[in-house]
């Protein structure tokens, strides 16, 4: 058996441990369901494009080390993959963005880092900064990649092509739609 004491020591040194590693935290102001190759592929999935092949693309996030980062998802294969600001892929499991009868989304044309208003973040990465989708036209493709806004550039991988950044891109953003209500009739 463990003595009070111990235990509190334990709790003091785990929670030194977990201050010291910064965990990317999840962004929860969207609605992300967790990837389900069991389940049909939901139906209000966020389109962000379409890879060299011509497959469509869906906005998904992943985690990948202390990063939560934008991913893309094929509906035909499942199959999600990712890139950082060097290298690519793919996601173990991953959850897809979807929208609802007040939150849709729209892809937005942006420059250089600018902070749009209402741009999805899909959460933080290991040094705690926010972390935004954006994509461009890349190889006969439009594809979804990370936006690092320190950088200013959006970065895309994918597949066996070559990393590429631009400084012009598109940036998802949410849209919130007014519910009409029915007035109250008395
Ligand atoms: C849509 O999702 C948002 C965020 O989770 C939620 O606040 C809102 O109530 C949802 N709208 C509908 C109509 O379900
Ligand atoms: C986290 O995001 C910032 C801002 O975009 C970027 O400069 C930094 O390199 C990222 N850190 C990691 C570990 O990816």
Redesign the pocket.
Known sequence: MYSVKQLSLLALVLAQLLAGIQCGVYDNTDNWVLGDKTKNFPENAVLGGFDPTGYNLYVARTVSG??ILPARVVAETRVGTFN??TAVNTATSYELLVSNATLSYQWVRSYDGYREKNAVSVGT???N?Q?FICRARSDSGQIIGT?????KKCYVRYGTLSLKTFDKYEVLVREQKIVNWIPYDN
């Open positions: 202390s990063n950082t600001d990465n290991a040094t900064d972390v936006l690092y806004l320190a950088q």
